[in-house]
């Protein structure tokens, strides 16, 4: 499975970015995708993920302002992401898993940064 991240760039403070992810290679198997972010220096941490069967759960720091969506038909993975903050400024990457191989497949990540 190959994952590719855009929709990153600068955007000022309650501003609007979206992501996507498109999905491409042996994509059958996956179980979930997700969201995360990484602050240089600190860990990565999860942002919003959604399953096979459409459940979506997200970060208490972005909940009612991060929307997690997919098209099946396109393989791509959405992050819409609204009333930014500063705070928001990060690399965010895709991850999806599939359960049956043990698989871990992360893209190489997209640039989000919120200026005040």
């Known amino acids: 499975v190959q994952l590719v991240e855009s929709g990153g760039g600068l955007v000022q403070a309650g501003g609007t970015l979206r992501l996507s992810c498109a999905a491409s290679?042996?994509?059958?198997?996956?179980?979930?995708m997700d969201w995360h972010r990484q602050l240089l220096g600190n860990q990565r941490e999860l942002v919003a993920t959604?399953?096979?069967?459409?459940?979506?759960n997200y970060a208490d720091s972005v909940k009612g302002r991060f929307t997690i969506s997919r098209d099946i038909d396109k393989n791509t993975l959405y992050l819409q992401m609204t009333s930014l903050k500063p705070e928001d400024t990060a690399v965010y990457y895709c991850?999806?898993?599939?359960?049956?191989?043990?698989?871990?497949?992360w893209g190489q990540g997209t640039q989000v940064t919120v200026s005040s």
């Open positions: 290679g042996s994509i059958l198997g996956i179980k979930s």
């Open positions: 959604i399953s096979s069967d459409g459940r979506t």
């Open positions: 991850h999806a898993f599939a359960p049956g191989y043990q698989r871990h497949t």
